[in-house]
């Protein structure tokens, strides 16, 4: 998983990105990630790759107790400035280990009631281990809600639409989509390793790992948020990806399923 | 719904598709599909847009009882000709409104352990609608298989990579994926109105509607098929994406889902 969020060129740079700076009321899909947010009061919540915090705040101030886990001591260091409610915890940690994500820290099985991921999971190589060790934190009928870039936005490096000789964006390339895999691509300007999957690959190791599917939702900005911005382009290719899903309770039933 | 496939010149050109010549065993996506049938031992099975009607073939030989439904006379007469197994029953009727398929036929809730598609929904305007009627025709935990066309594929009424001078292809091209409804597109030389939908459009309305997702599959042909017809490019994009849902037992708690 890239690092790239304590390089210090990078991390001014991210700084200066509206979702930095404003956070979620400026975030395109943050409406659509909004309204799959399960009730709050009471629960526990682990949000993977917790950036500055906004979505910790969100979650604590909506009444959960929540632990923000990041790799960049950088990004942890912001969040506890910008998003320091009280029922927040913040933990510089790998995703990639969620038995042992730091040496302070571990997660026993099934303490979660919502384990939250925001644009983090395409920096991830393997996500099937990733969704064994979410479903074991999970309680039972626990959530996992994740945004990520779009198959269709990650499948070439380039990650741009194809303009004409007047800048006019033309359409959105496609290629190499079941060639998965890492992306040297380019994020503000510095360099940074992106893992392309496709649809398929977000889904079936879900179902395959003792959770059903709850909601699949490609994200438009709101229209005020596309005029703030425009951002016309963004009706013309899916960039996010919402997945919504929930540990089974498992019966004799389900274990039989193919 | 396109009733091109009653047209005399399409019908022909139809006629000498490889997978219209020798079915199943060169249609690219079919390993994929077969994986995903369920047992069909005693089991009822419906058949939308059945074609020539090499599936409903393929289930009868498996022990199913079938029922293949095809708007176009045409076809259905060559089906009965090609695959006239004698548990197939052959009937002539539109697929948007299974309450009333034909004047002959009428198809009563709770019959079917299998509801399937094979490359027939992205011609019908209202997916949600035939949803409702998949899930009343269908017993508790039976399955609506079917396969469409890829959204990445339908985004474009090209349906085409774009190529270099030299005719090699560059990448597949995307655009207006939001804007969804009727494309007019082109197939076999003839204009054919198809609707282009998005990922989330085929997952939602399944989910809304008493369904949970068993799978959902972007097929890719064989290395040998791929070889026998140079399908290289198939790897460079989608083209065909397949799902597999099973009507939920109502309880309590699935009716108190949001």
């Known amino acids: 998983m890239s690092e790239i969020y304590d390089d210090q060129t990078f991390f001014k740079a ?16 943050w409406p659509a990630l909004k309204r799959l947010i399960p009730d709050l009061k009471g629960k526990k919540v682990l949000d993977l790759g917790c950036g500055y915090g906004w979505h910790c705040q969100y979650f604590a101030e909506n009444g959960a107790e929540v632990i923000g886990l990041d790799a960049s001591e950088k990004m942890i260091a912001q969040a506890r400035q910008k ?20 040496e302070q820290f571990d997660f026993p099985s099934e303490q979660f009631d919502l384990v939250f991921s925001s644009l983090t999971i395409h920096y991830l190589a393997d996500f099937p281990k990733l969704v064994q060790d979410v479903r074991r934190i999970l309680r039972p009928s626990g959530q996992f809600l994740f945004s990520v870039e779009h198959p269709i936005y990650t499948s070439r490096k380039e990650q741009d639409f194809i303009y004409d000789a007047n800048g006019q964006a033309l359409f959105f390339p496609v290629d190499n989509y079941f060639k998965t895999g890492a992306r040297q691509t380019h994020f503000l300007g510095s360099p940074v390793e992106k893992f392309h999957r496709t649809v398929e690959d ?6 395959e790992n003792g959770f059903s599917l709850r909601h699949l939702v490609e994200p438009v900005p709101t229209s005020e948020v596309i005029q703030q911005f425009h951002w016309e382009n963004e009706l013309r290719r899916p960039m996010m990806l919402i997945i919504s899903a929930e540990k089974k309770i498992m019966t004799p039933k389900n274990h039989d399923e193919n």
Not at 90 to 95: A, C, E, K
């Open 83 to 102: 998003n320091n409610h009280q029922n927040i915890t913040y933990v510089v940690g790998s995703m990639e280990n969620l038995d042992f994500p730091s």
């Open 202 to 207: 977000f889904i079936e190791p879900l179902l």
């Open 14 to 29: 991210y700084g200066k990105l509206p979702r930095s700076l404003d956070g979620l009321k400026v975030a395109g899909e």
